[in-house]
């Protein structure tokens, strides 16, 4: 008798947060509707997400994310990372 063994990788591309959001929506909070909608909804939940927190693998060690806000305005102006030295004082 012969079983089908599956890859124990064969799940990760299902598990993505994008997966994790969709199934939030169904099982958590019920919502009700098409899987087209839900679908939806979740893409503009990631682009939303990827508007306010830029991708912070495209940075190098020693990179610092600074997020502000501009004082003067109502929209949300991201700062994104800038190469920064310190030098640091000599006691003497």
């Keep these: 008798m012969k079983t089908e063994t599956r890859s124990r990788y064969e799940s990760i591309p299902k598990r993505s947060f994008r997966n994790g959001i969709i199934r939030l929506l169904e099982e958590e ?3 009700i509707g098409s899987h087209k909608v839900i679908e939806l909804i979740a893409d503009s939940i990631i682009e939303l997400h990827k508007e306010y927190y830029p991708d912070i693998e495209k940075l ?11 004082a003067t305005s109502c929209q949300v102006e991201l700062s994104f990372p800038h190469k920064t030295e310190f030098k640091i004082p000599h006691p003497g």
Excluded: C, D, V
Excluded at 60 to 70: A, F, L, P, Q
């Design 29 to 31: 909070f019920k919502l």
């Design 60 to 70: 190098s060690h020693g990179n610092i994310i600074w997020r502000t806000t501009k």
